[in-house]
């Protein structure tokens, strides 16, 4: 049991989950109008359940991605002391990179999107910049904990032991498909936050499941290729273009439009 995992990463990990599932709050309960007081009782509730969501995904995560050769190669070299300035500003510039790319094709992909279903159109902009901000930790952190160390991981796991390749390790091709799946499962999971926004169909679902594929797969791309830390920083970076800048810009635009 010791050294199934690296336990000061888990700690680390479960940390920064619990952390960020209170950062998000703000932004949740306005985002779907929900009107409740935060006392001191509910948050305790809120606490509790995430601490132990998130220790059971975060144990199973890092002993399933180090079966598989995947994990936070870089974080935990750190743990052990060794120096990895130089690993990790070479992720930095990538990896925030690739997220605002993300960032920027989801953005596009909303606005068409968003031609059809007008509910969608107003909701980011109104929400303060600083609630969608914290948020943002939410999204780089907890959700690629759950989505990519722990989700990710396991269809990795699940396709390794259906097939393995020539080398006795994870194909190509078995990790695509892994990505591909957890991509698709990250977009069908807003489906419930949806749900309390707009009625739900087919164009509303194809659009949870395409806006959130993209970074799924970039992210999912990222955590096999780099490592989770790189999947972190993107993930970030895209949520900052997507819920921070881009309905700054856009509002700054409709002002513009309404004074001409």
Not at 3 to 18: M, Y
Not at 169 to 190: C, D, Y
Not at 207 to 214: Q, T
Request: aromatic share 10%; charged share 10%.
């Amino acid at each position: 049991m010791k050294n199934l995992i690296n336990w000061k990463l888990f700690f680390i990990l479960l940390i920064a989950c619990v952390i960020t599932s209170i950062l998000v709050l703000p932004y949740s309960l306005e985002i779907t109008s929900t009107v409740i007081e935060i006392t001191p009782l509910i948050l305790l509730i809120i606490i509790g359940q995430n601490l132990i969501l998130f220790a059971i995904v975060i144990f199973f995560g890092l002993l399933l991605s180090k079966r598989v050769g995947m994990g936070l190669p870089i974080l935990e070299d750190i743990l052990e002391g060794k120096n990895k300035n130089a690993e990790f500003k070479s992720l930095l510039l990538p990896s925030i990179g690739l997220g605002i790319l993300s960032g920027v094709l989801i953005v596009i992909f909303s606005l068409v999107f968003n031609t059809f279903i007008p509910e969608f159109q107003n909701i980011e902009i109104l929400v303060a910049p600083w609630k969608s901000f914290l948020a943002s930790f939410y999204g780089g952190i907890a959700e690629e904990v759950l989505l990519r160390l722990f989700l990710l991981s396991l269809i990795v796991w699940i396709i390794f032991k259906i097939k393995k390749g020539k080398d006795g390790k994870t194909t190509n091709f078995g990790v695509w498909i892994a990505i591909i799946l957890s991509s698709i499962i990250f977009g069908l999971g807003h489906l419930p936050a949806t749900a309390q926004i707009v009625e739900l169909n087919t164009i509303v679902i194809m659009r949870a499941i395409i806006l959130n594929g993209i970074g799924g797969v970039v992210f999912g791309w990222l955590y096999w290729k780099k490592g989770l830390e790189s999947a972190i920083m993107a993930h970030f970076s895209a949520d900052i273009v997507l819920h921070v800048i881009s309905p700054i810009v856009i509002s700054f635009i409709l002002s513009m439009v309404t004074l001409t």
